[in-house]
């Protein structure tokens, strides 16, 4: 069965700490991961996807196939990145989201 | 246009109540679903259409009951709902079924079944 892990429901960091918010994930073949973001009172958004391996507003994510893992990370943590997180996953092929259950990230001045 | 839109924003109904929910999208995207997502949970994929046919039902109880008149156009029919369906239903849309292209979500309609 597909599941996604993120096991911290929280993450409470300083301003300029680095940041790095946790994704494994179980899936039998070979699956396409995401990063949604939802910021206060807007709607969820994608923020990255590992095979366009591109940096979104500084975030990025390595997809680690031996350890099943696909974290977020960000070197230096700003306060309009507080948010709720959510690691996602869908098969190559076709799309059908699973999500995980989400890190709410809090950056405080 | 660039955006998913849904209404009601929020909607309250009694269990014997027959509402419908809409999802309007015109980026000229193929694929739209619906998800419920509960509170402090993540979304949950309920219903997939693409080219205005259902190509993914997650088992849901058939007292949701989806429509897609057009490719621009997603509605959610409910009817004889109970207290636990309670929930925001989320609709989004894509450019189509690849798993390379970006979902865009609508804001929700929160619906409280009373």
């Known amino acids: 069965a597909q599941r996604v892990t993120q096991p911290e429901k929280l993450l409470s960091v300083f301003k300029g700490a680095p940041v790095e918010l946790k994704c494994n994930y179980s899936?039998?073949?070979?699956?396409?991961l995401f990063w949604y973001v939802q910021y206060s009172r807007q709607r969820l958004q994608l923020l990255l996807r590992?095979?366009s391996r591109e940096s979104i507003k500084g975030f990025t994510a390595d997809l680690n196939k031996g350890e099943t893992s696909f974290h977020l990370k960000k070197p230096f943590a700003q306060e309009e990145d507080s948010a709720m997180y959510y690691c996602?996953?869908?098969?190559?092929?076709?799309?059908?989201?699973?999500f995980g259950t989400g890190t709410r990230l809090l950056v405080s001045p | 246009d660039t955006e998913v839109t849904q209404t009601p924003k929020h909607l309250v109904m009694g269990m014997t109540n027959k509402k419908s929910l809409k999802c309007e999208q015109h980026?000229?995207?193929?694929?739209m679903y619906w998800y419920k997502q509960k509170a402090k949970k993540p979304p949950e994929l309920m219903f997939v259409?693409?080219?205005?046919?259902?190509?993914i039902n997650e088992s849901v109880p058939s007292r949701f009951s989806p429509e897609c008149p057009n490719s621009s156009l997603l509605n959610l029919h409910l009817h004889a709902l109970q207290p636990e369906d309670s929930a925001l239903y989320l609709c989004a849309s894509s450019q189509g079924l690849v798993a390379s292209y970006e979902q865009y979500f609508g804001p929700g309609t929160r619906l409280t079944v009373t």
């Open positions: 996602a996953l869908t098969n190559t092929g076709f799309q059908k989201l699973v």
């Open positions: 899936y039998s073949g070979s699956p396409e």
């Open positions: 980026m000229g995207h193929r694929a």
């Open positions: 259409y693409s080219y205005e046919k259902l190509s």
């Open positions: 590992h095979i």
